[in-house]
Every structure is written in C-alpha cells, then in structure tokens.
C-alpha cells in the first residue's frame, strides 16, 4: 500500500512539475502583439513579408520559406533559437522601415513618425514617435532576415503604460530621466566594465540607454517606477543607424 501511496505521490508531483513549466515558458511559445486596445499576448504577430532563405515555423508573420529555421516565436528566445542556412541573406534597410511604418499605421494610428533607427545583426530597431507631441511612445523591431516587424519585446510590452502590459501601473514614477541614467551607469560598472552611456531615450513608464566602450554595444531599460534594469539581449552586434526620420502617413 505504500508503494502505491508513493507511486501516486511521484505522478503528482510530475505533472505539478510540468503543469508549471508550460505556464513559465508559454509566453515564448506564442507571439505577443499589440492591437487597437493595446498588448495582447499569445496572438500572432503582424507581417507576412517574404524572404528566401528563411523557414519561421511559428511567432509574428508564419514565414516559412527555405533556408532559416525560426523554431519559437519572435521575443527574447530568438538569438538562442535561430539556425540560418548559408544561403540566408538579410533584407534592406529601406524594406525594414516600409515594415515599421506599416506596423505604425496599423497599430498605432496614422500621425507616427519612425526615428532613431537602427541596425543590428539579428534585428532592425527604431522609435515611434507621436508627432502630435512629440513624445517617443513605442519601440519597434523588423527581423533582419524575415522581414517581420513586431513591437519589441521586454520592456516595450511590459513596463509601457500607454501601449504596453504597464497601463495597469498605478502612482508617480519614482525616477526622472537623471535618476534612470545614474542606475543605469551604476549597473554598467559591473556589466561591462569602462562603458558609458550613449544615448538616452524616455519611454511611458521607462527610459531606454544606448550603451557602450568605444562605440554602441547594446542596450538596457530602467524602469521608472521600481527602478528595475532589463538589458536587451535580443539585438545582436550593432550595426550602425540612420539619422534619417521617416513620418508615417495613412494610406491612401
């Protein structure tokens, strides 16, 4: 009987085990997009641009062409889980911010202006900015290889309270730009050291850094509620960016 009672036990503990397994790695298996109510996640992404050398199985824009293999959905897993065939060969930097200027008349009205755009090895990523008021209030990203533009994970979708899962953040923020940058250099001492940033960007509910020793090398945000740091691991090697800002209008 109390082999049975154990047998029992062990199956239960099992499926707890797997139960919460699904629940902490489902957000990586499906895509997560923004609507005209904001953040929805487990929906496909928008996109369906092709292009050859790239099979996306799943995530934002369902590719599924030769020669790139995409096995989860676009989001923070994707620089672990991509496998490009030789073959593979980025798209233009003028096809990346048709996609971003589409994705901006679709999601976030017509009065969006792409800026701040920039290139890196795994993605293409940019600023919308509300050029009613001039305020930055989305950040952006284009796959280099697929062509798929989605809203970029991380801070953009979580901590974002105009668009994002942040909405629901209730108070005053607790740190001002200055008081961000300072957490920011502060981490930077142990992250990677001699670095400094670059270039600062205040985004509704958090502020976003360009960081870097002699030139850009990555990202990270800083909450402006709990001061929390979420670097961008996502990116790849910096590329190089644009200067040029492209204005979204609406179609026609």
Excluded: C
């Excluded at 974002?160 to 607790?174: C, D, E, I, K």
């Excluded at 300072?182 to 502020?207: C, H, N, R, V, W």
């Excluded at 001061?227 to 179609?251: D, F, K, P, R």
């Amino acid at each position: 009987m109390a082999d049975k009672r154990n047998i029992i036990i062990s199956l239960l503990i099992v499926v707890v085990i797997l139960l919460l397994a699904f629940l902490a790695f489902r957000p990586m298996m499906y895509s997560s997009t923004y609507g005209p109510s904001g953040y929805q996640p487990g929906q496909m992404g928008p996109g369906m641009m092709n292009n050859p050398g790239y099979n996306y199985s799943s995530g934002s824009g369902m590719m599924r062409n030769q020669g790139y293999n995409y096995s989860s959905g676009s989001g923070m897993m994707g620089n672990m889980m991509a496998l490009y065939d030789p073959r593979a060969r980025p798209i233009t930097q003028d096809e990346a911010l048709r996609s971003m200027e589409s994705l901006a008349r679709q999601y976030y009205g017509s009065n969006v202006e792409v800026e701040d755009f920039m290139a890196f090895s795994s993605n293409y990523y940019a600023v919308l900015k509300d050029a009613n008021s001039s305020q930055d209030i989305a950040e952006v990203l284009v796959d280099r290889y697929s062509g798929s533009a989605y809203p970029e994970p991380g801070p953009n979708m979580m901590w974002n309270t105009r668009y994002g899962a942040g909405r629901t953040q209730a108070g005053n923020a607790g740190y001002d730009l200055a008081g961000a940058k300072k957490l920011a250099e502060d981490f930077l001492t142990g992250y990677l050291p001699g670095a400094q940033i670059m270039e600062s960007k205040q985004m509704p509910g958090y502020y976003t850094f360009d960081f870097g020793r002699k030139d850009i090398e990555g990202m990270m945000s800083v909450n402006a509620f709990s001061g929390q740091i979420w670097v961008h691991t996502w990116h790849g090697s910096y590329l190089g960016g644009m200067n040029a800002t492209s204005e979204s209008h609406s179609a026609a």
